[in-house]
């Protein structure tokens, strides 16, 4: 359902800072494929998330959602078929309008429409009960500022807002990597539980290694702009964070260098 051929992006291509962020990329998601993304540093992790929600566009190659082109969609035309959370919990939300207007936004959303006027008592009660499933209490703060929130339930608001529209793509972007360990497990039980639950197709780049072999049924593992290590579920199964870092080895004949890595829980 997703399809990238021979993606290529290069930053200041022809000046002595040019970077070749991504060399290459072949990619092919089936519908409700959970893939985790890990790599080096620059490995170009983002600018494949920029690539597949156009908010950047390749230097060569297509992107194809349920085989339609869209290499050249723009990212607020993408929105509709694209779910996206941040590392920034700031990201995602509108701090100075409440939860049920934030919640009315990312409806909106989606149906093209920049805000839905008004929130009435039936959208009201089915924001509740939608925030109710994922059980940290704000079904009872509808009319609380986000600005308010703590930065897990801001994360916990922004995958709500990223999911309940059923993208055709989640995108993830270390959404856990600014919290604190138990808001990062509690962020991480909420994603598992909205991707299940709504089936979606998802795109989730972490540094925490053991995350990555935990969640989802796919394993990227990207080296210098390309994916170096493509781990099937089956495969995924049996491995290990030191694993990992040895097939980096073998493959690379280099040490795996990310400084923001977690290697083990
Ligand atoms: N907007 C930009 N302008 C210039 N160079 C960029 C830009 N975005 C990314 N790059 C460069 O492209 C390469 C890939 O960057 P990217 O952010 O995609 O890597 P990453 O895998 O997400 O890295 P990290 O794990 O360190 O966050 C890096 O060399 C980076 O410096």
């Given at each position: 359902m997703l399809q990238l051929n021979q993606i290529e992006k290069v930053f200041y291509?022809?000046?002595?800072?040019?970077?070749?962020?991504?060399?290459?990329v072949d990619l092919t998601l089936k519908e409700g494929d959970f893939v985790t993304v890990i790599g080096s540093n620059g490995a170009g992790k983002s600018t494949l998330l920029n690539i597949i929600a156009g908010v950047l566009f390749p230097d060569f190659g297509a992107v194809s959602i349920d085989n339609k082109e869209?290499?050249?969609?723009?990212e607020q035309k993408r929105s509709k078929w694209i779910g996206r959370v941040f590392?920034?919990?700031?990201?995602?939300?509108?701090?100075?309008?409440?939860i049920e207007e934030n919640l009315g936004l990312a409806l909106g959303r989606t149906k093209n429409r920049s805000i839905l006027r008004g929130v009435n008592a039936k959208r009201r009660e089915e924001f509740q009960e939608l925030l109710s499933s994922i059980d940290i209490g704000l079904e009872d703060r509808l009319?609380?500022?986000?600005?308010?929130?703590?930065g897990g339930e801001r994360q916990a608001l922004s995958l709500l807002m990223a999911t309940f529209t059923k993208p055709r793509i989640l995108l993830l972007d270390e959404?856990?990597?600014?919290?604190d360990p138990a808001r990062q497990e509690l962020i991480t039980n909420i994603t598992k539980e909205l991707v299940k639950k709504h089936q979606l197709t998802t795109l989730m780049v972490t540094h925490q290694m053991d995350q990555a072999i935990e969640l989802g049924n796919r394993l990227f593992m990207m080296d210098e702009g390309q994916i170096i290590f493509d781990a099937d579920e089956e495969q995924k199964a049996g491995l290990t964070v030191e694993d990992l870092i040895q097939e980096f080895q073998k493959i690379r004949g280099k040490k795996f260098d990310n400084d923001r890595a977690v290697l083990s829980s």
């Open positions: 291509e022809g000046t002595p800072d040019e970077r070749k962020a991504l060399q290459g869209v290499t050249f969609i723009p590392q920034d919990p700031m990201a995602g939300t509108a701090p100075n309008m409440t009319n609380t500022k986000v600005g308010l929130l703590s959404h856990t990597a600014a919290l």
